[in-house]
């Protein structure tokens, strides 16, 4: 079983910027793909980012359309860590956002074909 622990999810002013961090310690896969999706209340769980690993320090990434540009993907081998760098953060990114892994690459942005999901880290953009 792989756990998945998000953190870094505040309140934060428009504009400002924040960095959310997900962990899965342990044994994960050969090749396999980390990410972040968000859902806000009484909306869809919507794709954000994913970066794929498969050995190396690179791994190939993809983003959704209303974060390109603002937000950024990044990993750390150790633990298995990914980041996600959101700046000029707008009202309407406030969600829970929840960090997820596959067990295969480039990770599909339809939520229903993740393996593996964190429990969520809210982020509150106020105007």
């Known amino acids: 079983q792989v756990q998945l622990k998000e953190s870094g999810g505040r309140l934060v002013q428009a504009g400002g910027s924040l960095r959310l961090t997900c962990i899965a310690p342990g044994r994960t896969f050969s090749s396999y793909s980390m990410g972040w999706f968000r859902q806000a209340p009484g909306k869809e769980r919507e794709f954000i980012a994913a970066i794929d690993w498969s050995g190396g320090s690179g791994g190939s990434t993809y983003y959704g359309d209303s974060v390109k540009g603002r937000f950024t993907i990044s990993r750390e081998n150790p633990n298995n860590t990914v980041f996600l760098q959101m700046n000029s953060l707008k009202p309407e990114d406030t969600a829970v956002y929840y960090c997820?892994?596959?067990?295969?690459?480039?990770?599909?942005?339809?939520?229903?074909?993740?393996?593996?999901w964190g429990q969520g880290t809210q982020v509150t953009v106020s105007s």
């Open positions: 997820a892994l596959n067990r295969r690459l480039s990770m599909s942005p339809n939520p229903n074909f993740v393996d593996y």
